[in-house]
């Protein structure tokens, strides 16, 4: 069973930002971490990351926007390509996509297979090697009284799956004057943060996927 991690917030709070860290001296990711890319834009970080060439094995990220294409490839580079640290980045855009590409057609049929395909994500990444960190990064929207939630189309995946309880892991990617940030448990109940118990030393931390990555193998013995 692997470890399923959300990396959640709003626009410009530094969720992809964090993904820096993971790159090396040659611009480059290690051979143990890949990226599944759901947006065309660039990265907002230098990088010489490049795109996954399956004759020579070899690459840093593919583009995909199909759910269950996406639930396909964690499977194939976590289990055949020996991938220990997957992300997707942004989850949310596939159900955007999704639905803005068949916003024409009638009926609740197209937000039963968006959720399935989400749905499908989840379970793929909770089924990865037991060494195996999903990164799944989602947008959060604002629900009422304050309280953040992860940010979905349409009303069945938010009320029939809580995606939150899926996660064994969830950061709340912040921004302030002193830069970016991620927090790692509730503060109040409005926020959506969760981690285990001692886990992490601090409620904030720096947006810094590889000390996150390094904290979550040190806790689980990795």
Not at 96 to 117: P, T, Y
Not at 133 to 140: A, D, E, K, P
Request: glycine fraction near 8%; hydrophobic fraction near 35%; charged fraction near 30%.
């Amino acid at each position: 069973m692997g470890i399923l991690t959300g990396i959640v917030g709003f626009s410009g709070s530094g969720k992809s930002s964090s993904m820096r860290t993971l790159v090396g001296s040659n611009g480059r990711f290690d051979k143990d971490t890949f990226l599944i890319r759901v947006l065309r834009k660039p990265l907002p970080f230098k990088n010489k990351l490049k795109a996954w060439d399956k004759d020579k094995r070899d690459g840093d990220f593919i583009y995909l926007e199909n759910g269950n294409q996406i639930a396909q490839a964690i499977k194939v580079f976590s289990e055949e390509y020996g991938k220990k640290r997957i992300i997707v980045d942004d989850s949310t855009f596939t159900m955007v996509k999704f639905f803005m590409d068949n916003i024409s057609d009638k009926g609740w049929d197209k937000f039963s297979v968006l959720a399935e395909q989400y749905y499908n994500i989840l379970k793929t990444a909770e089924a990865t090697p037991d060494d195996c960190r999903v990164y799944l990064v989602n947008h959060l929207e604002e629900g009422q009284y304050g309280r953040l939630l992860f940010k979905t189309i349409g009303k069945l995946i938010s009320e029939k799956v809580d995606i939150p309880a899926m996660m064994t892991i969830i950061l709340q990617a912040e921004r302030d004057d002193q830069g970016y940030w991620f927090i790692t448990n509730k503060r109040t109940d409005n926020d959506v943060a969760k981690s285990p118990f001692d886990m992490f030393n601090d409620v904030k931390i720096q947006n810094d996927l590889q000390l996150v990555d390094k904290t979550i193998c040190d806790y689980y013995g990795i």
